[in-house]
């Protein structure tokens, strides 16, 4: 009977015909709040979790910060000569990964709050020792550094971002040259930011969503297109902002996601939020969707490969491939180890958000060709050396 009632529910909360609509979740979250049976299913779900992870929402990783912060004696004026601590401002692009939706929830309604503060790329909440962020670790150097967030919201009032980490939960490569839009309005009318002088560390992560709504709309969603406009994005920062280091972070492999189908809450939401990854109808459809992964991380490739932003001293983009390789992490018996992802089994946990920062920053501290394609719990935190102390870059990793 048990197994019925499931099924049923199943049915009711998840058409076939639904995608990923932000009002639709925003109502099924609402709905699972209001409902006995999927109470139950979120406090198995963190019980489980909390048993592999006794600190799964305070989480600070083993790895240790011991780098020496040095900074330029005089402020650069090459990207090619850029060090961590002449960093002043952050910023971000991308969606609910970066927006760091649900990531410490405590309650179903929880999954609704976007914990800004505690996102991997842009959040700046608490300090390093506390809370591992990559503008955490930039602050080590730069106590002054400026743009990270520090507040929370509800899902439905982030619908522009928040400051200057731009990210939208839901949103898609085809948002992504209007956020970069946003951003640099906002970064020229921010009284903080000293435009011209400032340099700016961008990090643009989008594609998922892509991924996990490519079966129902290829044109939109194939790699050429997804590429395109992430070239469009680009191609504003390169004309309008001076003093840009761009990290264009690779797409996560979400072929994935069908391993994470634990119990009501996240099996339905991942019905709404990827159904073409989490419920893939044959095999053929999951070849095709490793293709498209491939294909997304060689068509990003090809376009910073391609010259087009070489043409100013101050402004760098360089790929990112810390996710390209990698896979869900997985308990000595086997399973999934689901402290790496929040409740709702999708966006990444405090621990999650922790295990991206480090290998982000680890990526900047690798040279263009050389880079870590994959994260491991076990990799130690680099630093910069004093025969290597700037970030990389295409230039100067040769």
Known sequence: MKYLIIIALFGLYCPISLSYNIDEYIDTINQFSNNS????????????????EPNYFNYTPQAKFTCKTQISVEIPTSVHKLRPGDIKVVAALGDSLTASLGSNAKTILGLLIEYRSRSWSIGGYHELEKLFTLPNLIKKFNPNLKGYSVKNNL??????????????????????????????????????????????LVTIFVGGNDLCDYCKNRDLHNPVAYSTYLQHALDLLYKEVPRVFVNLVSVLNVNDVKYLNRGLICSILHKRVCPCAAYPET?????????????????????????????????????????????????????????????DCFHFSTKGQASAAIGLWNNMLQPVGKKSTIWRPEDPILCPTTQNPYLFTKLNSN
Request: charged fraction near 30%; avoid cysteine; proline fraction near 3%.
């Open 37 to 52: 049976i999927f109470a139950v299913d979120f406090e198995e779900n963190i019980k489980e979790i909390l048993k592999t």
């Open 283 to 343: 095999a053929e459809d999951e070849k095709e969707l490793s293709e498209y992964i491939d294909g997304y991380h060689n068509y990003t490739e090809a376009v910073v490969d391609s010259g087009r932003y070489d043409g100013r001293d101050d402004f760098a983009v360089v790929v990112q491939p810390f996710f390209k390789n990698f896979r869900l992490q997985r308990l000595p018996n086997g399973n999934v180890d689901f402290s790496y992802f929040a409740p």
């Open 155 to 200: 899902m439905f009032n982030g619908k522009t971002g928040k400051g200057l980490n731009v990210a939208v939960s839901g949103q898609e490569a085809n948002h992504v040259p209007e956020q970069a839009r946003i951003l640099i309005d906002r970064l020229k009318s921010d009284h903080e930011v000293d435009f011209q002088n400032d340099w700016k």
